[in-house]
């Protein structure tokens, strides 16, 4: 029996989920993230297509309460073992105007008070750097010692971890703070597994026991380039001719899976290219960009150009509709003068090539921008299953993928889907973890 216990998949809440990237992170590390809150209709859309068998709240966390989290999901009084957090990070951002007082900074506290009415055994809350910078540090350890009042181990060597370490090609850091209840012991940060490619670095010069990070051409090589399909100008999806992958793009499409990978396999046809509508560029763009070298930035759009040999930078989000819709920068694709695309954002994000998002640019490149990367959630999730003292087996059959439709939802089909005022995102200010980084 206590064995039959250790291997039963330890279950999860995740709070500002957005599309999914720490769930599926925390899904692949062996647990059932069975109920997602999210306030952004698009986003939950998203996130229900590809989690179908579990629950998604579309409201927001400050109208949420622990007990409406589990009589709508699965957890009923199950005890709960994590709790993740993402919460929106704008006050917090270097880039960003950094304003102490900003009401979406107050939103890490609704996240505390829903630690203490779900009571789970771990939290795990992720957000931007500059929660650890000036003035903001005070709010991080405000956070800490209302934990640790409440019953909460928390530690207080908090890291700031960067994906690139964590076998992902993109240089992007975060801050994970890590708790536990006090009748259980902490879980350990997840040592590097990787480091950093750097362009034209000699292959004689080990500056490292570990193995460097995937490259920007390990991540997108194996895609076919979007321009030789027509079909792509209208639609984000087109059946194409993939090359030769590496091991990292092997394990993203599917054919070669991951010993610790203890995700639900998803019913995926593997020669569609999906999440990938074209950008068109003026000739003067595409010659810019053409002039532009690899890795640095082209002067009048300040957009940086992949170095296929290197990581990519870190993958911004932009605005939300109501502050303007503007696209945060895009990388440039290392050998075509063009923008990626989402799917290619999503390669070097370490998303599966199974995992949808909106079919258009603007929210799909939000989905990607604003979430954890998988890879790098994973590494904080196998170091929780340690905690816990639990042995997950590999899922048998095939999981559905959600409706189709859910991927098309315009904001106010989307609002209506789920029920809610499409204006309460400008209403309470809080924008779905969009990240101005």
């Known amino acids: 029996m206590a064995d039959e216990l250790r291997k039963q998949r330890p279950i999860a809440v995740d709070l500002f989920a957005g599309a999914g990237g720490m769930t599926l992170g925390f899904e692949q590390a062996g647990f ?130 960067n ?32 480091q950093i490619a750097k362009p034209n670095q000699s292959p004689k010069k080990k500056s490292s026991v570990l193995g460097k990070s995937p490259t920007v051409w390990d991540a997108i090589g194996d895609i076919p380039e979007v321009e030789n399909y027509s079909e792509l100008l209208t639609q984000d999806w087109v059946v194409a001719e993939f090359g030769k992958p590496s091991n990292y793009a092997l394990t ?3 054919i070669k899976t991951l010993k610790n990978d203890y995700s639900y396999p998803r019913k995926f046809d593997f020669p569609i290219l999906s999440s990938s509508l074209r950008t068109k560029h003026s000739d ?3 010659e ?7 890795g640095e930035r082209e002067p ?28 945060s920068p895009r990388p440039i694709h290392p050998f075509t003068p063009r923008c990626i695309t989402v799917r290619e954002a999503a390669r070097l994000h370490s998303y599966p090539d199974w995992f949808r998002f909106h079919v258009t640019k603007w929210h799909g490149f939000r989905q990607v921008g604003n979430s ?43 609002a209506k889907y789920y029920g809610i005022n499409p204006k309460v995102i400008e209403t309470i200010n809080d924008t779905a973890n969009l990240n101005y980084l």
Not at 163 to 189: I, N, S, T
Request: aromatic share 8%; charged share 25%.
């Open 32 to 161: 059932d993230v069975l109920a997602a809150v999210e306030i952004d209709p698009i986003h939950c859309a998203i996130h229900e297509f590809n989690f179908p068998f579990w629950t998604v709240l579309c409201q927001s966390v400050v109208d949420t309460t622990g007990s409406e989290i589990r009589k709508r999901s699965q957890i009923g009084d199950r005890e709960i073992d994590v709790v993740l957090c993402g919460s929106p990070c704008q006050g917090f951002s270097i880039i960003g105007k950094r304003v102490v007082d900003d009401p979406r900074n107050s939103l890490v506290f609704h996240f505390h008070r829903l630690v203490l009415e779900l009571k789970p055994k771990f939290f795990v809350m992720e957000n931007v750097r500059g929660i650890t910078i000036g003035e903001h540090k005070q709010i991080l350890k405000n956070l800490i010692s209302e934990f640790q009042s409440k019953g909460y181990q928390v530690e207080e060597n908090y890291q700031v971890l």
């Open 163 to 194: 994906a690139a370490h964590y076998g992902v090609p993109q240089a992007r850091e975060r801050l994970f703070l890590l708790g536990a209840r006090e009748d259980v012991v902490l879980p350990k940060y997840p040592q590097r597994l990787t």
């Open 284 to 286: 003067a763009t595409r």
């Open 372 to 414: 954890v990367p998988p890879l790098l959630a994973k590494s904080i999730a196998l170091e929780v299953m340690k905690a816990l003292d639990k042995f997950p087996s590999k899922p048998e059959g095939i999981k559905e993928l959600g409706d189709e439709n859910l991927l098309h939802l315009k904001m106010s089909e989307a």
């Open 300 to 327: 009048i759009s300040r957009f940086h150009k992949l170095h296929p040999s290197g990581v990519c930078n870190t993958l911004r989000a932009g605005t939300d509709m109501y502050r303007g819709s503007f696209t």
């Open 288 to 294: 810019r960009f053409a002039a532009t070298v690899q």
């Open 252 to 254: 993203l499409r599917g």
